[in-house]
């Protein structure tokens, strides 16, 4: 499998629920990104981790923790998430890392999140 | 501060040309990057603009202004799986990209 891959693609959850989304990427980058989509908003940026650090935190609420156990795996944990956080989350990597104004960064299918 | 601004929608008949335009505002600039996204998928990478002038592509251009901070998309011959939304996105030396809200692009016969 290559490029950027995301699990699940869909997922419906209740607001008392805990569930993980998983990104992993096969093109050895050293960046990797949390973003989320909403229906008529911009890609809103969550998380940047550059070499398995979390170097970025665009103060997104505690109810949402990434977890970026090694270079290919990124993951975002949600817990008691409100309705308002439904939208498509989007994982991306880079080959450099953030710091890099060159850097192009590759996304993946996206995690479609409905919070019931 | 940091400012974005390309057309919510643009509507072009199959063959024909567009071009979608993108002012931006932002300190530290390095270039512009254009992405495509279609409904339902992910952006994926279209070009990048690190210096003035036009980038050619296959039926892609992009050119950027640096002195008038203003850059553009152009597709030619356009076909009905060009219909998506664009994104550009300047691009900074130590912070990811910012994506505006993009451009709809629809395609009509």
């Known amino acids: 499998e290559t490029g950027v891959t995301q699990t699940p693609r869909h997922l419906v959850m209740g607001m008392t629920n805990k569930k993980s989304l998983k990104c992993e990427q096969h093109l050895g980058h050293n960046a990797m990104y949390w973003y989320k989509q909403s229906a008529k908003k911009p890609l809103e940026l969550m998380f940047v981790y550059s070499l398995e650090e979390r170097v970025e935190n665009n103060s997104v609420p505690s109810r949402f923790s990434p977890e970026c156990p090694n270079s290919s795996h990124l993951f975002l944990h949600l817990h008691t998430l409100q309705p308002e956080d439904s939208a498509l989350y989007l994982c991306?990597?880079?080959?450099?890392?953030?710091?890099?104004?060159?850097?192009?960064?590759?996304f993946g299918p996206g995690t479609r999140l409905t919070v019931l | 501060g940091q400012s974005l601004e390309q057309p919510s929608e643009v509507t072009a008949v199959e063959g024909a040309i567009v071009q979608i335009n993108c002012t931006y505002q932002?300190?530290?600039?390095?270039?512009l990057s254009w992405y495509q996204q279609h409904d339902g998928g992910a952006p994926t990478f279209l070009s990048y603009n690190a210096l003035d002038g036009l980038e050619e592509t296959g039926r892609f251009s992009s050119f950027l202004s640096r002195s008038d901070s203003y850059g553009y998309l152009l597709l030619q011959e356009l076909q009905m799986k060009d219909s998506a939304s664009y994104f550009c996105?300047?691009?900074?030396?130590?912070?990811?990209?910012?994506f505006g809200k993009g451009t709809r692009l629809s395609v009509i016969a």
């Open positions: 996105a300047p691009r900074r030396g130590n912070t990811p990209l910012v």
């Open positions: 991306a990597s880079s080959p450099l890392g953030r710091t890099s104004g060159t850097d192009t960064q590759y």
């Open positions: 932002t300190s530290g600039f390095y270039g």
